[in-house]
T-cell receptor, first 113, second 113 residues
Framework: AQSVTQLGSHVSVSEGALVLLRCNYSSSVPPYLFWYVQYPNQGLQLLLKYTSAATLVKGINGFEAEFKKSETSFHLTKPSAHMSDAAEYFCAVSDRGYSTLTFGKGTMLLVSP | DGGITQSPKYLFRKEGQNVTLSCEQNLNHDAMYWYRQDPGQGLRLIYYSQIVNDFQKGDIAEGYSVSREKKESFPLTVTSAQKNPTAFYLC????????????FGDGTRLSIL
């Protein structure tokens, strides 16, 4: 069965520091992978997606993620954190057939001045 | 602008009462989904529908029911059989292709009176 593991329920960084949010997945078929961001009391917004075209994927707001098949990872990074990046981030995999997604439990990013 | 509309934003349920959450989309998407979000649990799939007049159970369907009479609409009923309904409910839609991301509404927060 497919699964997604996000290491760390909370990650704290200082403004201007590197952001690294970890995501590992298990999948029996080549996966499609997604990162979403959620601000309080709102729905999820797509940050970026991996659909096998390129292993390094660039998304919105300066975020990017690298697909590493050998490590079954799809970690999210941003070179310099901004206060507005404080939110919860979810990694998701689509491999169950059709377009259903399996989500990780989420990582809350805290940004301090 | 195209999007997904969930209503109401906040909903309160009394003991033994059924309540219905509305989800409408004008994206012309074939597939629609309902998720339940609890703190630290990520998103869990309740029901999904790939086409009008057809739907499938997700991972936590017990105590919930849905209908899909129109392409644009996918209402979720939380029945009295759901003993722990307090949660944030998110509706999503997509074209149905695995490579396409899901688009989310802004959610409904359900609480017990």
């Amino acid at each position: 069965a497919q699964s997604v593991t996000q290491l760390g329920s909370h990650v704290s960084v200082s403004e201007g520091a590197l952001v690294l949010l970890r995501c590992n997945y298990s999948s029996s078929v080549p996966p499609y992978l997604f990162w979403y961001v959620q601000y309080p009391n709102q729905g999820l917004q797509l940050l970026l997606k991996y659909t096998s075209a390129a292993t390094l994927v660039k998304g919105i707001n300066g975020f990017e993620a690298e697909f590493k098949k050998s490590e079954t990872s799809f970690h999210l990074t941003k070179p310099s954190a901004h206060m507005s990046d404080a939110a919860e981030y979810f990694c998701a995999v689509s491999d169950r057939g059709y377009s259903t997604l399996t989500f990780g439990k989420g990582t809350m990013l805290l940004v301090s001045p | 602008d195209g999007g997904i509309t969930q209503s109401p934003k906040y909903l309160f349920r009394k003991e033994g009462q059924n309540v219905t959450l509305s989800c409408e989309q004008n994206l012309n998407h074939d597939a629609m989904y309902w998720y339940r979000q609890d703190p630290g649990q990520g998103l869990r799939l309740i029901y999904y529908s790939q086409i009008v007049n057809d739907f499938q159970k997700g991972d936590i369907a017990e105590g919930y029911s849905v209908s899909r009479e129109k392409k644009e609409s996918f209402p979720l009923t939380v029945t009295s059989a759901q003993k722990n309904p307090t949660a944030f409910y998110l509706c999503a839609s997509t074209t149905g292709a695995r490579s396409q991301p899901q688009h989310f509404g802004d959610g409904t927060r359900l609480s017990i009176l």
